[in-house]
């Protein structure tokens, strides 16, 4: 019976860093891509599901049994303030029947890290260190931070700087005529 392995990837100044959700040793795509192993809490696999699905367009992760040496090289572009507009994606990865990669990972969601925290906690088993990773995807762009939508004249300001050698954005300016019209279904028979 074949499995799916979830695999992220994250575009840092420092290089590309490859993980997926489990446990154990390296996982090797079928590229020869090495992917880290780390723990993604409960609600992480609902809220990446959302977003492969589009009912969400931002996504917040928390990672947890990250590597020394990833989590250092995390670090210092944090320090450097690089991290914030790295590219982040999500992959889904087949596998055989002997967990080995079948084929190639198929890239799910596309987004940009819009904030990083590092939660370390004391215990009685030493330090828990977890990094929470704050994706956005392009749809964030239309909201603004008070949660209304973009106007038309916002709209087309952001058009032009996302695009600037399209023709002008006229979506918002048709939807206004939008509300008042209803939807009607095919009658059949």
Not at 73 to 101: H, T
Not at 148 to 176: G, H, T, Y
């Amino acid at each position: 019976m074949t499995s799916l392995r979830v695999l992220c990837e994250v575009d840092l100044p420092s290089g590309t860093i490859r993980f997926w959700n489990g446990s154990g040793g390296p996982l090797l795509d079928s590229a020869g891509e090495k992917y880290r192993a780390c723990v993604l809490t409960d609600d992480a696999l609902g809220q990446i599901e959302a977003a492969i699905n589009a009912e969400a367009f931002t996504l917040s992760l928390m990672l947890s049994g990250v590597d020394a040496a990833t989590s250092d090289a995390v670090w210092e572009d944090y320090q450097d303030g690089n991290v914030v507009g790295s590219r982040f994606r999500i992959l889904l990865q087949k596998c055989d029947d002997f967990e080995q990669p079948v084929g190639d990972p198929a890239i799910k969601f596309t987004g940009t890290v819009s904030n990083l925290n590092f939660i370390d906690q004391a215990g009685d088993a030493g330090i828990d260190s977890k990094i929470q990773v704050d994706v956005a995807n392009r749809f964030t762009l239309r909201s603004v931070t008070n949660g209304a939508v973009l106007s038309d004249v916002d709209q087309r300001a952001r058009a032009k700087i996302l695009n600037p050698s399209a023709d002008d954005d006229r979506f918002c300016e048709r939807m206004p005529g939008l509300k008042d019209r209803t939807i009607r279904w095919p009658q059949w028979g």
